[in-house]
């Protein structure tokens, strides 16, 4: 089973929000999960993030390959610390 960490949206029409999640690689975008690793709001201004740190090294270090999305996100996390 080969483990995505990517987007899952929630959230009203015109105020989407996203669940960081950790998933197999062949769910669909809203689908099963294995465990959320965070929450990614882009609407607020700046936009709000809230990640889980612990969590998500433990499945990035187990060979999980994060999005090109969530790898953005995670970047700016680290540079803004």
Known sequence: ????IRLQRF????NHQYRIVACDSKSPR???FLEVLGTYNPVANP????VNEEATAKWLNNGAQ????????????KSTK
Request: hydrophobic share 40%; aromatic share 0%.
């Open 47 to 50: 936009a709000i993030v809230n």
């Open 1 to 4: 089973m080969a483990v995505k």
């Open 11 to 14: 959230g009203a029409h015109k």
């Open 66 to 77: 994060p999005t090109q999305t969530v790898k953005n996100i995670l970047k700016s996390i």
């Open 30 to 32: 809203d689908g099963r």
